[in-house]
């Protein structure tokens, strides 16, 4: 079984930055597809953006030109740089990763394509 623990949450000002990480407790080499999902309270959770093995990535569409995933694989680690922060960025931001699904788009499985979550970090974006 595969842990991943996020940090890197906190409070920003808008229009602030943040980084996210993910650390595994495997090689993240042995795992496919990771990114990150994020649910503010009352709203369905979002994909923000995956990345590959390859090193492909996919963005939704409210975060494109803001936010970039990338992977570390030397360090076992996911990130998530987060700039030009709104306060609609608000959420609880989870880690995700896969051990069979490789696109970069999201499934229409919503989000039943990751088996592997963290347990999330807070986010929040005051205006």
């Known amino acids: 079984q595969v842990q991943l623990v996020e940090s890197g949450g906190g409070l920003v000002q808008a229009g602030g930055s943040l980084r996210l990480s993910c650390a595994s407790s495997?090689?993240?080499?042995?795992?496919?597809?990771m990114g990150w999902y994020r649910q503010a309270p009352g709203k369905r959770r979002e994909l923000v953006a995956s990345?590959?093995?390859?090193?492909?990535?996919h963005y939704a569409d409210s975060v494109k030109g803001r936010f970039t995933v990338s992977r570390d694989n030397a360090k076992n680690t996911l990130y998530l740089q987060m700039n030009s922060l709104k306060p609609e960025d608000t959420a609880d931001y989870y880690c995700?990763?896969?051990?069979?699904?490789?696109?970069?788009?999201?499934?229409?499985?919503?989000?039943?394509?990751?088996?592997?979550w963290g347990q999330g970090t807070q986010v929040t974006v005051s205006s």
């Open positions: 495997r090689s993240i080499g042995s795992i496919h597809a």
């Open positions: 995700v990763g896969s051990s069979w699904y490789s696109a970069a788009q999201p499934s229409s499985q919503g989000g039943l394509e990751f088996d592997y």
């Open positions: 990345i590959t093995r390859g090193g492909s990535t």
